[in-house]
């Protein structure tokens, strides 16, 4: 099993910054794929960024230019650090991950087996 803790939400205005991290316990492997989806109230869950266990990285459209997804092996950690924060960027944010090689995007939220309990993101106009 993996524990998957988020921390660093929080109330920001416009044009802010908060760095989001995710804190992995228990069994994991060199194969994991580290993901960031958000749900804002009133929609679907959508994906954020992923880094795969190879290091590359992808991102929403929507974030790109403005968030940057990273980990740290060795903690057995990622982050998500988000700048030039709108309003629309409100919402809770996931940490999600799964473990495998294979080599497909890491952007659909049914690739991913665990999750963490979410934190708050709310940027103010």
């Known amino acids: 099993q993996v524990q998957l803790v988020e921390s660093g939400g929080g109330l920001v205005q416009a044009g802010g910054s908060l760095r989001l991290s995710c804190a992995a316990s228990g069994r994991t492997s060199s194969y994991s794929n580290m993901g960031w989806f958000r749900q804002a109230p009133g929609k679907e869950r959508e994906f954020v960024a992923a880094?795969?266990?190879?290091?590359?990285?992808y991102y929403a459209d929507s974030v790109k230019g403005r968030f940057t997804v990273s980990r740290d092996n060795n903690k057995k950690a990622a982050y998500l650090q988000m700048n030039s924060l709108k309003p629309e960027d409100t919402a809770v944010y996931y940490c999600a991950a799964y473990f495998s090689s294979r080599l497909v995007a890491p952007t659909t939220s049914d690739l991913y087996d665990y999750w963490g309990q979410g934190t708050q993101v709310t940027v103010s106009s």
């Open positions: 880094v795969r266990w190879s290091g590359s990285t």
